[in-house]
């Protein structure tokens, strides 16, 4: 979703104007930081999401 810079500020007063809201907005930015950073390790390495290769058991034959 792309939001305009009037809607941003109205969503973050929204937060801050709640109890507690003022401590959820660093915890609400270091989330979603986290999250692109993981979207895009995940992106580069699509094979190591968990750090391990995923592999194919092959049982006795």
Do not use: W
């Amino acid at each position: 979703m792309n939001y305009t810079p009037y809607q941003i500020s109205k969503i973050i007063e929204q937060i801050v104007c709640k109890e507690g809201g003022l401590n959820a907005i660093p915890k609400l930015t270091l989330e979603t930081l986290m999250k692109a950073e993981r979207t895009e390790y995940k992106h580069l390495a699509q094979d190591y999401s968990n750090g391990y290769r995923s592999r194919k058991a092959f049982g006795n034959k």
